[in-house]
Every structure is written in structure tokens, then in C-alpha cells.
T-cell receptor
Framework: KNEVEQSPQNLTAQEGEFITINCSYS?????LHWLQQHPGGGIVSLFM???GKKKHGRLIATINIQEKHSSLHITASHPRDSAVYIC?????????????FGKGTHLIIQP | DTAVSQTPKYLVTQMGNDKSIKCEQN?????MYWYKQDSKKFLKIMFS???????INETVPNRFSPKSPDKAHLNLHINSLELGDSAVYFC???????????FGSGTRLTVV
């Protein structure tokens, strides 16, 4: 079982819909990241969270440390939001270790 | 001005060859990383490097070796390339606490 589980794996929605992507993790973490990978392949960091909630434009990310769960929401979704969204965690062990990734959620927003 | 740049973008080579991928960051970040994305698009940490401390993922074959001539560079050397090494390799950097995470655009390596 992967340390980071995302759901759904695939999501197709209509333009304007409210989107939720979920992430659960099984290890102690110091931070959780949401990343976006476009069809061209580039990866962009959307949020880094260690508690609470962050908002950037139409994107909102929340984390519940006790429940080891995070959600990424997209309001008023648009076809340009179509991408793979990846949840990743930084273990709380410290040191110069990297991120552990979920398998990603492939989101398609249809016009 | 690209924040994390890797070269080359594409690399096609024969089995058994030795190759390098270069990575440079101009963000002043303290930590640099190499990640591998396999054919199923799953990302996995290979190495992280911070202040001359190298942390290696135990699953990475010792044919892979990172080299850091200075804080802004972390190059990836691969010896005796195998078919299974074909993947997209991403370089990334972050500040010490992990914030400001920035990825390079990836290098697609194809071993034939």
C-alpha cells in the first residue's frame, strides 16, 4: 500500500463544476504539497500545507493533521484546469529527504 | 530566467552507455533533488542533497550518482545504462524547510 493515497484516480467534469480531490497519508509528515502536472509534462507546486487551509485564486487546499487527510478544491472549473494533480508529503523524520508522492488524479474539464 | 533548468530535455542513448543530466537552480535554495517518473507517471525520490549531505533512496542502483560542484548545481550521472532506466527525470530544489519547491522541466531519457 502506498504511503500516500489519492482519490479519485480519474475525474471528468463539466466547466463550472466544483472539484474536490482527496489525499490520505499514513506517515507522520512535516508538510504536504499539492502539485500540478500539465500534459506538456512540467510540474508546478500549487500549495505547501502544514495545517489549516490555503487559498490561491480558484484553488483551495485544506489539511486535517489528526485525520491525516488533505483536500484540493477547484471552484468554477475551467478546461485549462485539466491536468494531473499530485499530492506529496514530506516525512517528519527531518533531514534532506525528498517528497513521497501519490499516484495522481487525472482531471479533465470539458467545455 | 528559468529558476530550475535541466539539460538536455531529451536524451536517446544505447544500452551500456554512460550519460549525464545537468541541473542548475538560480533561486538560492539550500536543497536539490532528483526524481524519477516512470511510464505509469509515478514519481519517486532518487536523491536529495543539502549542505554536502547526500541522502540516497535505497532502491536506486549504484549506477546512478549525483555530483554537486556547488550549491546551485546537482548533476546526475548514470553508468552502464539499462532499458529499465528509460523514464523522465526531474530535478527540483527547495528552501531548507521544504517550501518554495520548484521543479525543472524534466529530461526524457530513452535507452534503446
Amino acid at each position: 500500500k502506498n504511503e500516500v493515497e489519492q482519490s479519485p484516480q480519474n475525474l471528468t467534469a463539466q466547466e463550472g463544476e466544483f472539484i474536490t480531490i482527496n489525499c490520505s497519508y499514513s506517515v507522520g509528515i512535516s508538510a504536504l504539497h499539492w502539485l500540478q502536472q500539465h500534459p506538456g509534462g512540467g510540474i508546478v507546486s500549487l500549495f505547501m500545507l502544514s495545517s489549516g487551509k490555503k487559498k490561491h485564486g480558484r484553488l483551495i487546499a485544506t489539511i486535517n493533521i489528526q485525520e491525516k487527510h488533505s483536500s484540493l478544491h477547484i471552484t468554477a472549473s475551467h478546461p485549462r484546469d485539466s491536468a494531473v494533480y499530485i499530492c506529496a508529503v514530506r516525512n517528519s523524520g527531518g533531514g534532506a529527504d525528498g517528497l513521497t508522492f501519490g499516484k495522481g488524479t487525472h482531471l479533465i474539464i470539458q467545455p | 530566467d528559468t529558476a530550475v533548468s535541466q539539460t538536455p530535455k531529451y536524451l536517446v542513448t544505447q544500452m551500456g552507455n554512460d550519460k549525464s543530466i545537468k541541473c542548475e537552480q538560480n533561486l538560492g535554495h539550500d536543497t536539490m533533488y532528483w526524481y524519477k517518473q516512470d511510464s505509469k507517471k509515478f514519481l519517486k525520490i532518487m536523491f536529495s542533497y543539502n549542505n554536502k549531505e547526500l541522502i540516497i533512496n535505497e532502491t536506486v542502483p549504484n549506477r546512478f550518482s549525483p555530483k554537486s560542484p556547488d550549491k546551485a548545481h546537482l548533476n546526475l550521472h548514470i553508468n552502464s545504462l539499462e532499458l529499465g532506466d528509460s523514464a523522465v527525470y526531474f530535478c527540483a530544489s527547495s528552501r531548507d524547510r521544504g517550501d518554495g519547491y520548484t521543479f525543472g522541466s524534466g529530461t526524457r531519457l530513452t535507452v534503446v
